[in-house]
């Protein structure tokens, strides 16, 4: 069975700061791989997908993520937090042997402080 | 727009009483699905559709019932409602792909209190 691992279920960041949040996933098989944002009292929105065409993915609102096979990892990354950034950010997988099933990581929480 | 549309946004009600969350998608997705958010647990599927009168139990189907009568609609219907269905819950819909991978639509979520 596939697992999400987000190490750090809050991570807080001052304004300008990197932001990093960790994603590892658990598979032999390299699988689709999403970051999904939740701002409060709202549904998830993608942030970014990687499909394999390209191990660094840009998404929105200047998130990165880098795909490393031999980590088993998916780090999202930002150069500079902005205080509306703040929101949980949710890692998510996808195999084929599972269609369009999504199994998702446990969340992490991001504050950004001024 | 585009969008996933959920109703009610916000319920509370008590242990025993039927109650339908309604879920409606106005992309001509095939794929529906239903999870739910629990606190440090990040979203379990419960159920999903492939297509109409299409369902299968996702990883916690236990006390919840779907239908998939028409393409656009995926009720969430739970007939008995117990404190631990205590949770917030959200619909989502994508293009149907047998490889996954494709983006999953969220609604603004129904949270939902049993008592």
């Known amino acids: 069975a596939q697992s999400v691992t987000q190490l750090g279920s809050h991570v807080s960041v001052s304004e300008g700061a990197l932001v990093l949040l960790r994603c590892n996933y658990s598979?032999?098989?390299?699988?689709?791989l999403f970051w999904y944002v939740q701002y409060p009292n709202q549904g998830l929105q993608l942030l970014l997908k990687?499909?394999?065409?390209?191990?660094l993915v840009k998404g929105i609102n200047g998130f990165e993520a880098e795909f490393k096979k031999s980590e088993t990892s998916f780090h999202l990354t930002k150069p500079s937090a902005h205080m509306s950034d703040a929101a949980e950010y949710f890692c998510?997988?996808?195999?084929?042997?599972?269609?369009?099933?999504?199994?998702f990581g446990a969340g992490t929480i991001l504050r950004v402080k001024s | 727009e585009a969008q996933v549309t959920q109703n009610p946004r916000y319920l509370i009600t008590v242990t025993g009483k039927k109650l339908t969350v309604t879920c409606s998608q106005n992309?001509?997705?095939?794929?529906m699905s239903w999870y739910r958010q629990d606190p440090g647990l990040g979203l379990r599927q419960i159920y999903y559709?492939?297509?109409?009168?299409?369902?299968d139990k996702g990883d916690v189907p236990e006390g919840y019932k779907v239908s998939r009568k028409e393409k656009r609609n995926f009720p969430l219907i739970l007939e008995s409602p117990s404190p631990n269905q205590t949770s917030l819950y959200f619909c989502?819909?994508?293009?149907?792909?047998?490889?996954?991978?494709?983006?999953?639509?969220f609604g603004p979520g129904t949270r939902l209190t049993v008592l």
């Open positions: 598979s032999s098989v390299p699988p689709y």
């Open positions: 990687y499909t394999s065409a390209a191990t």
């Open positions: 559709s492939m297509n109409v009168e299409v369902t």
């Open positions: 998510a997988v996808s195999r084929m042997e599972y269609g369009n099933k999504l199994v």
């Open positions: 989502a819909s994508s293009l149907r792909s047998l490889a996954g991978g494709n983006e999953q639509f």
């Open positions: 992309m001509n997705h095939e794929y």
